[in-house]
């Protein structure tokens, strides 16, 4: 465990804690058995980053805690200084929450909201709970492809999740149409983005599809936000059940992530009569803002 002191994207200095927790990076869809265990244990280690706020006590009442998935340009490090979506959740972290990231399951971050990014962020909240004074039931933010993230986090962990705030989310990984409008999906985008490569080849690596050229819906089960506890009526609209309130925020100029992706995840929440809501920002692009900061502290303080 480390501390270290960094002055964050607001200009403000702030005190953050390090720390390193070990997860099982071993995943594969298994066939048939006959007396042979073929799941194993590959351990691997994650760097995790925890911010406690000056009204933070070892005693008393438990600070609320707020896991935080930063998109796929983000990551944590101590050694770069780098707090991934803590930077997010400022008016949060002035306002006496406690936040917590993780890098994931590759060392640049970039993991596309996989099981074993959820896993490890599983395991971060684990550690935190027990080493500081902090709520058990959590609330979950993500932003960009760290929506994806906080979704697939909530899905898996229901029991621990309060309520999820999003900021210009990545709901689909395969994209699909909406009257005659067609919303892009992750899988589509093939124009190199980083040294981690473009998002087909990041989804087919970290979902462990069999080829990098076709689409396995069975590897990518439960962890696409967009058809995750979901079923289609008769008249081929998507309902989505949800298993949490949710809030969504996202510009109207995005030229990242369709805002139709958000507009069309909470209209099919919305036929399940589940609670949901969406906050469009007229000519904003894929970015976040003040409003958008303090407004998500807002929505955090309605379930504490």
């Not at 995790?48 to 009442?61: F, R």
């Not at 949800?242 to 809030?247: A, E, G, N, R, V």
């Not at 970015?287 to 958008?292: E, G, R």
Request: a negative charge; aromatic letters at 12%.
């Amino acid at each position: 465990m480390q501390k270290k002191t960094i002055v964050t994207a607001d200009g403000v200095e702030r005190e953050f804690i390090f720390f390193e927790i070990t997860f099982n990076n071993y995943r594969e869809i298994s066939g048939s058995t006959a007396n042979e265990i073929l799941d194993r244990e590959i351990p691997e280690a994650c760097e995790c980053v925890l911010y406690l706020p000056k009204t933070y006590t070892e005693n008393g009442d438990e600070t609320p805690l707020i896991l935080a998935a930063h998109g796929s340009g983000g990551r944590v490090s101590a050694e770069l200084e780098k707090v991934g979506g803590l930077k997010y959740a400022s008016a949060c972290m002035d306002d006496g929450y406690a936040v917590l990231d993780v890098n994931g399951s590759a060392l640049h971050g970039r993991t596309m909201g996989c099981p074993e990014h959820v896993f490890a962020l599983y395991k971060a909240y684990r550690y935190a709970i027990k080493h500081f004074n902090l709520s058990k039931r959590v609330l979950v933010w993500g932003g960009s492809m760290g929506g994806q993230t906080a979704m697939n986090f909530a899905t898996t962990f229901p029991s621990i999740t309060l309520a999820v705030g999003l900021f210009y989310p990545r709901l689909n990984m395969d994209g699909f149409t909406v009257g005659d409008h067609y919303c892009t999906g992750s899988w589509n985008k093939t124009e190199p983005l980083s040294e981690a490569g473009n998002p087909r080849l990041r989804i087919a690596k970290y979902f462990r599809f069999p080829t990098e050229d076709s689409w396995c819906e069975e590897n990518t089960a439960g962890f696409n936000p967009h058809k995750t506890r979901s079923f289609l009526t008769g008249e081929g609209e998507r309902v989505v059940i949800p298993p949490c309130p949710i809030k969504i925020w996202h510009g109207t100029e995005d030229k990242t992530i369709d805002p139709m992706i958000s507009r069309e995840y909470v209209n099919s929440v919305r036929r399940s009569g589940s609670y949901v809501e969406l906050h469009l920002l007229e000519g904003i692009g894929h970015k976040a803002n003040n409003a958008m900061k303090q407004e998500l502290k807002l929505w955090f303080d309605r379930f504490i």
